[in-house]
């Protein structure tokens, strides 16, 4: 989703967010630097294919995904990271990794890292790799309506 999709659907829903511009970067660990965030305050959206479908885990981007984990949490049999060819015709507004946490919008289960919830703010990649979106935690979940296990681990 461009950015003008996404703030039209926060401002139809009446949610405060700020946009944040920062030079372009590919990692979260780059984001973060670059838009002067700590990176346990960024949220980074990962495609994984859980039991043979699509589905994004948002968790800390100075954190990783501990498999085992998620796996226990979903009762799933196989979790894998989905590679770019498998996801890149999902998210044809976005550039390619930049996917904002926002599966609703693409039929997708979000499942989100205990360890976001516990901030009052979420950051997040707005659909390309220079632009985030800064927003309260709180009204992310009310939008989105995230599964919310711990599956992660700082890195």
């Given at each position: 989703m461009p950015l003008n999709n996404l703030t039209s659907y926060l401002d139809k829903?009446?949610?405060?967010?700020?946009?944040?511009k920062h030079s372009p970067a590919y990692?979260?660990?780059?984001t973060a630097e670059s838009a002067n965030i700590l990176g346990k305050e960024l949220a980074k959206t990962v495609i994984l294919i859980i039991?043979?479908?699509m589905a994004m885990a948002v968790l800390p981007g100075s954190y990783h995904i501990d498999f085992r984990l998620l796996g226990e949490?979903?009762?799933?049999?196989?979790?894998?990271?989905?590679?770019?060819?498998?996801?890149i015709n999902l998210f044809p507004d976005c550039e390619t990794g930049a996917m904002p946490p926002f599966g609703n919008f693409y039929d997708m289960d979000v499942y989100v890292a205990k360890s976001l919830t516990e901030d009052k703010e979420i950051f997040f990649n707005a659909g390309s790799h220079s632009e985030l979106i800064?927003?309260?935690?709180?009204?992310?979940?009310k939008l989105v309506k995230p599964k919310i296990f711990k599956f992660s681990e700082i890195n």
């Open positions: 829903n009446n949610v405060k967010y700020l946009i944040i990692t979260a660990h780059e039991d043979g479908k949490a979903l009762g799933a049999t196989r979790i894998s990271l989905a590679t770019e060819d498998d996801f800064k927003m309260a935690y709180e009204d992310f979940q």
